[in-house]
């Protein structure tokens, strides 16, 4: 089954997160196959074999299994012999060599998307700093999947229609729902991502000739559009209410506005806004 390239990248991310922050050679992870009670291995980093590539883990077997089914992290000292978990996947795991494994699962809205896997070829404790290096590893991932999450739903539910009416208003408040996301997002290319679908929502071909507004301008004229104070406005971007003021007063200056609702106008005019 095919695995979406933007969700494997957040796993493959904090796996690069887990093996720095934890110190453990070896990491590799996956997602739950939609409509399934399994975890793909999809992404490997630090091993020396493809014995576990492709692994599919069934929830409640093995380690990554258990921590699908629990919900929760869990770890071996030494996993050929463990008596804390099933041993389905004993071949692949002894072929890589590994003896003490961590696992531990991501969550997004209560449900396991996925499993973060770090490990040693030497059976020793994996103390509680280690433990919760991975953990924190996996929450940077549970926050990509959601904010993703929130960015898909928020474009399904705005399906364009003829300017004006309910229809447009629904996609005027998606957009400005999506330009408060992005700057929460902390990989670049998903933000990126982000702020082309926000352009999508955008009516005609994009900002028409003449004044040039910045990222931030924008936001703040899109939370000003659908009714936000400033105080609401600086809540929802995550900065001060004096900031908000500052790039309000920059954007209105640019567009010759004298008023919050001619800045709206003429940023929808000139191509800014839907």
Known sequence: MAVDAADAAQIRSALVRLRRTTGLPVAFGGLV???????????????????????????GNGLGGRAVALSRPCAVTDYSVSRQISHEYDLPVAAEGLRSVLAVPVVVRRRV??????????????????????????????????????A???????????????????VREAHAALRALAPRITDPAL??????????????????????LAPREVDVLACVAGGA??????????????TVKSYLRS?????????????????????WLP
């Open 33 to 59: 196959e939609s409509g399934r009670r399994q975890v793909r291995i999809s992404e490997l980093s630090g091993t020396a074999t493809t014995a576990l590539s492709a692994l599919a883990v069934t929830a």
């Open 113 to 150: 998307r996925g499993v973060l896997y770090g490990a040693l070829r030497s059976a020793q404790p994996l103390g509680d700093r280690t433990l919760s290096a991975a953990v924190a590893a996996a929450r940077d991932a549970e926050q990509a999947l959601v904010l993703r999450e929130e």
């Open 152 to 170: 898909d739903e928020l474009l399904a539910a705005a399906a364009p229609g003829p300017a004006g009416g309910a229809a447009w208003e629904q």
């Open 191 to 212: 933000r990126d991502e982000l702020l082309r679908a926000c352009g999508l929502l955008v009516a005609g071909d994009g900002p028409v000739p003449g004044p040039r």
């Open 229 to 242: 104070t400033n105080g609401e406005a600086a809540e929802r971007l995550g900065v001060g209410p004096e």
């Open 251 to 271: 954007a209105m200056r640019k567009l010759g506005a004298r008023t919050r609702t001619e800045a709206v106008a003429s940023a929808r005019r000139t191509g």
